[in-house]
């Protein structure tokens, strides 16, 4: 049997769409808990680089489907009898790195305290793309590569904004 037949019998729509939905909610319920975010980023003193507020939540979507494709790729991996818990719970621990971040940064208006937990996350993100590589490859650690370096840009994007808008 060829390689596309397997994974065609090998995909899992329920698994799939709940990896999907899992990272695609967290956003959702953090933006309806803070709905004044939009208001609050365009209230700020930016730097020159700083993208508009439109460009969030495109980009984050798109994040969180790759997150969730990346995760349902490792997850499957049970199925073949492959020990992928601890890649899955170093995952989760950045969804909620991740979920927490809005949090501090516009509920609390902590811009220092978001740009040190940013950097945990971007840890967490990076331990999580090194144990999907163990468990399922490169394909799966590469659908990670786009939120890595968006945690780069938005934690200089936050540093600056720690600089203008608190010191």
């Known amino acids: 049997m060829s390689n596309k037949m397997q994974s065609k019998k090998n995909f899992k729509l329920i698994p799939f769409i709940t990896a999907l939905l899992i990272p695609i909610s967290l956003g ?41 494709i990346a995760s349902y790729k490792v997850y499957i991996k049970k199925y073949e009898n492959i020990d992928v818990s601890s890649a899955i719970f170093v995952y989760e621990i950045q969804l ?10 516009f509920s609390f208006r902590l811009y220092g305290l978001a740009f040190i937990e940013l950097f945990i996350l971007f840890i967490f993100v990076i331990l999580t793309t090194i144990r999907f590589y163990q ?29 203008l808008n608190e010191m």
Not at 48 to 68: N, R
Not at 96 to 104: A, C, E, S, T
């Open 28 to 68: 959702l319920i953090v933006s309806i808990f803070i709905p004044n975010m939009k208001s609050l980023y365009e209230s700020l003193q930016k730097p020159f680089f700083a993208p508009p507020s439109i460009a969030f939540p495109i980009v984050w979507t798109i994040l969180y489907i790759l997150m969730g």
């Open 96 to 105: 909620l790195l991740n979920i927490l971040w809005p949090i501090i940064f």
């Open 135 to 163: 468990k399922a490859g490169i394909k799966t650690a590469l659908l990670l590569t786009p939120y890595i370096f968006w945690l780069i840009y938005a934690g200089v994007l936050n540093f600056y904004l720690w600089m």
